[in-house]
């Protein structure tokens, strides 16, 4: 395995953390969504995976319902897939 997707899994099992009884289920549906249809799907390409994984976390963060101690959560799982996309991109 590479490096990148081990990191994407050290990524997607802590974005998993939001599988909790305390995040509203909307949220945790969309963090699943994110981890399974995007972050380890690779049959995408690798720019698009980080990208619309990012863009679903963007989503969580600013979702009202959030409880307020996941939030540091989602700034470094987002800091996470941008560093690696910018790597990805850089080639």
Not at 2 to 7: A, K, L, V
Not at 70 to 79: E, N, R
Request: proline share 3%.
């Amino acid at each position: 395995m590479s490096d990148i997707e081990s990191r994407i899994q050290q990524i997607a099992s802590v974005l998993g953390q939001l599988d909790d009884s305390q995040v509203p289920r909307n949220i945790r549906s969309l963090a699943k969504q994110s981890i399974d249809k995007w972050l380890l799907n690779k049959n995408k390409a690798m720019d698009l995976r980080l990208g619309m994984t990012a863009s679903i976390l963007d989503d969580i963060f600013n979702d009202a319902n959030l409880p307020l101690h996941f939030g540091p959560l989602c700034l470094q799982i987002q800091t996470a897939l941008e560093t690696i996309l910018s790597e990805v991109r850089r080639g």
